[in-house]
Antibody, heavy 122, light 113 residues
Framework: QVQLVQSGAEVKKPGASVKVSCKASGYTFTSYDINWVRQATGQGLEWMGWMNPNSGNTGYAQKFQGRVTMTRNTSISTAYMELSSLRSEDTAVYYC???????????????WGQGTLVTVSS | QSVLTQPPSVSGAPGQRVTISCTGSSSNIGAGYDVHWYQQLPGTAPKLLIYGNSNRPSGVPDRFSGSKSGTSASLAITGLQAEDEADYYCQSYDSSLSGSNWVFGGGTKLTVL
């Protein structure tokens, strides 16, 4: 069965960086884009960007450009999201999500990781 | 504020029908981009409920249905059950001068009375 398993909770100081991992299993890792979405406590979902695990191509939301980097290691079917220059407003649960396909069309984010809480505090 | 607008809350009694609206603009839903819907139970990751405006992934009950018209979309839930109490989010693609992004609605909290 398809699974996305994320790394554990992190506590970081303002100005630091955090790198969250997302290990995929149950499907061919390079066949589906991985997206990253975050959610602050009590708030809605916020899309951060996408990565094509096959090519390594990425696309980031304008809000995060210059601060976010999405990479992958295909040998271990793992995607990574690194966010730098952290501030208190970055405190949130970060999710990775696989983007399904329906022919040439997107079929939404069909599988999600369990989420990783990143807390930014001095 | 979110690019896609949803009502903050809706409610209904068990067995009733409720709808959740998702209003966009000409740069997203109105441009022909599909709408997807997610259900998020407390403390859990979102779950895909509807994709491509009106398609249900396997395992999603047919009590859930989606539609799209013009710059808006709707999620309907019939035969409301206590387990449906959750947050619901719509999602679409937005393409404007500032770039192309996935965007979400602000979310709607469904309360089963």
């Amino acid at each position: 069965q398809v699974q996305l398993v994320q790394s554990g909770a992190e506590v970081k100081k303002p100005g630091a960086s955090v790198k969250v991992s997302c290990k995929a299993s149950g499907y061919t890792f390079t066949s589906y884009d991985i997206n990253w979405v975050r959610q602050a406590t009590g708030q809605g979902l916020e899309w951060m960007g996408w990565m094509n695990p096959n090519s390594g191509n990425t696309g980031y939301a304008q809000k995060f450009q210059g601060r976010v980097t999405m990479t992958r290691n295909t040998s271990i079917s793992t995607a990574y999201m690194e966010l730098s220059s952290l501030r208190s407003e970055d405190t949130a649960v970060y999710y990775c999500a696989r983007e399904g396909r329906d022919g040439y069309n997107s079929a939404g984010f069909d599988y999600w990781g369990q989420g990783t809480l990143v807390t930014v505090s001095s | 504020q979110s690019v896609l607008t949803q009502p903050p809350s809706v409610s209904g009694a068990p067995g009733q029908r409720v709808t959740i609206s998702c209003t966009g603009s000409s740069s997203n839903i109105g441009a022909g981009y599909d709408v997807h819907w997610y259900q998020q139970l407390p403390g859990t990751a979102p779950k895909l409920l509807i994709y491509g405006n009106s398609n249900r992934p396997s395992g999603v009950p047919d009590r859930f249905s989606g539609s799209k018209s013009g710059t808006s979309a709707s999620l309907a839930i019939t035969g409301l059950q206590a387990e449906d109490e959750a947050d619901y989010y719509c999602q679409s693609y937005d393409s404007s001068l500032s770039g192309s992004n996935w965007v979400f609605g602000g979310g709607t909290k469904l309360t089963v009375l």
